[in-house]
């Protein structure tokens, strides 16, 4: 399965990404596991991603970690938002 | 357009002219300014550094904007958020609506601020003298968006 990742705020900034395509290995049918997955690349990754540091909107809505991913959804990782 | 995200710094006086000449039914005109404060935390700041997510952003102020005009009487309403980086006294943002009454134009402007705050997609980083960092979303904001959504809110 194929999605779109981008990375936001803290997140883009640490693992120097803003972005890529990923082909998510089977069983990955949420944020959650798509961010243990994520961390398993490791250093930075891990302790970037942690489920408490970040958050996430999936087809540009917010959702919490348990938010469902299809293929071809555009997934976004980021710290916690602070406009205004 | 009544939403707009830029780099470029906006012209308070002359977005609450256009936005106070659009109808002449309009009695109240009510506008929030965000600056770049020199102070946080106890620490110096020297910029501040704004990104946000293009094309979820807009949409969610959209959203955000169409629920304020659903809630109160208004007839215009103008939003600019910036990006990019930013120095202290700057204008960060500006909410501006305007309606018939004045109790109408209050309320809208603060739900539009109190909802962008904790649902649009910005992220600020600060640089003071000891380096950067992220910051997070301010629980006494969160608290504050609560209140819209509870029930015998402020309508």
Redesign the interface.
Known sequence: MNIKLLYFGRPREMLATAGETADLPAGITNVASLLAWLRGRGDNWATELADARVRCAVNQELGSLSAAIREGDEVAIFSPISGG | MSIAIQTEDFDLAAEMTALRTQSAETGALVGFV?LVRDFSNGKKIESIH????P??CE?TLEKIVAEAKQRWQLLGVRVI?RVGELYPSEQ??LVATASQHRADAFAACEFI?DY??????????EQTVHGTH?????ES?EQRMKRWFQKGDRQ
């Open positions: 965000g704004l990104e946000h997510y094309g979820m949409k958020h960060i943002v601020i962008l705050k904790t649902a649009a997609p910005f992220w600020k980083r992220w910051l997070d979303t301010k904001d």
